[in-house]
Every structure is written in C-alpha cells, then in structure tokens.
C-alpha cells in the first residue's frame, strides 16, 4: 500500500515511484472506500509536484538553448 504522507517527495524519481504504488493500489480495488478520495488527493499532489518540475527542466533547458544559440551567433 503507498504511503499515506503529505510531505513533498524528496525528488522527482521519488514522487513518480509513489505515485506508481498509490496507481497500483488504486487499481487494486482493495482500499477501503474512505481512503480512496486521501489517495486520490495525494496522487494529484504528486502529479502537480511532478508537472512543476518537468515545467522547471524545460525552462532551464530553454535557458540553456537560447545561450548557445547566442554563443553561436556571436563573432
């Protein structure tokens, strides 16, 4: 069963792996009725967490683009 912590995930390969287990769990059928709803709060959690860090890569990716681009352009 995942676990049942509100806490940020220590990284993002820590909050995709929790979030594979809260899935799994979830697909299951075996949790109790009134823990579906906590489990699904804390799936949408992990998955903003992880949008945000993806958006957070991209930028410095995009960051990272534009310099080189610049590096090249120049004389």
Known sequence: MPKKSTAAPASY???VEELEQLID?????????EDLLAQ????????QYCRQR???VEEQVRVLDEGAARAREAP
């Open 25 to 33: 769990a979830l697909e299951s059928g075996q949790l109790p009725l």
């Open 40 to 47: 699904y709060r804390r799936g949408n959690e992990l998955l």
């Open 54 to 56: 993806l958006q957070a």
């Open 13 to 15: 390969a820590a909050a």
